[in-house]
């Protein structure tokens, strides 16, 4: 079974709908990330956790919001969906325990909003 | 701010070629370097890591050496397969960036049997 999961893996939505995207993670990580995928621009941070009460803005989080439901599940939503927000979202799982941060990713979700 | 430049793609070579994706980083303090891979279809995964200067991290034929002198961490492998076509990430992560990781724009590699 993947450590990592995300639900749903797919996704085509109307502008302007509500959107929630949910991560879960049985690797026990305490850290928890959303990432954006646009073609040509690598991963973009949108919200990062460092534990269940603690909740961070990345470099693209307007438009977003996320919930850490407990420490083993991160939500993103998207409140109000634009077409620029087609991409391809990944979360990701990392240890406070290993000094370099090394990351473990989800297998991705692709979202297009119409 | 921390940042991770690395060659632009996508770059086409034959079985067997010598591969070499060129990164370079911004960073202040002594981060920890990272290359991933990204597979058709799938999420990333790491490549090889490697943690202070001079380290050298491998991986199924992959090297890339830490270099805090020239500030690089070039990715190698002496014969790619097709198998290896996929897109590969020079990333960055440490302590003086508040332990995110900073990724490169990412380069594709398309390897013909």
């Known amino acids: 079974d993947a450590d990592v999961t995300q639900t749903p893996r797919n996704r085509i939505t109307k502008t302007g709908k509500r959107i929630m995207l949910e991560c879960s993670q049985t690797?026990?990580?305490?850290?928890m990330y959303w990432y954006r995928q646009d073609p040509g621009l690598g991963l973009q941070l949108i919200y990062y956790s460092f534990d269940v009460k603690d909740i961070n803005k990345g470099e693209i989080s307007d438009g977003y919001s996320v919930s850490r439901q407990a420490q083993a599940k991160f939500s993103l939503s998207l409140e109000s969906a634009i077409p620029n927000q087609t991409a391809l979202y990944f979360c990701a799982t990392s240890d406070s325990g290993q000094a370099n941060n090394e990351q473990f990713f989800g297998p991705g979700t692709r979202l297009t909003v119409l | 701010g921390n940042s991770v430049t690395q060659m632009e793609g996508p770059v086409t070579l034959s079985e067997e070629a010598f591969l070499t994706i060129n990164c370079t980083y911004t960073?202040?303090?002594?981060?920890?370097l990272f290359w991933y891979v990204q597979y058709p279809g799938e999420g990333l995964q790491l490549l090889l890591k490697?943690?202070?200067?001079?380290d050298k991290g491998s991986n199924k034929g992959f090297e890339a050496t830490y270099r805090k002198e020239t500030t690089s961490f070039h990715l190698e492998k002496g014969s790619v397969q097709v198998s290896d076509s996929a897109v590969y990430f020079c990333?960055?992560?440490?302590?003086?960036?508040?332990?995110?990781?900073?990724f490169g724009a990412g380069t594709r590699l398309f390897v013909k049997a």
């Open positions: 960073a202040t303090g002594y981060p920890s």
């Open positions: 690797k026990g990580h305490d850290r």
């Open positions: 490697a943690t202070k200067a001079d």
């Open positions: 990333a960055l992560s440490g302590y003086t960036g508040g332990f995110k990781t900073i």
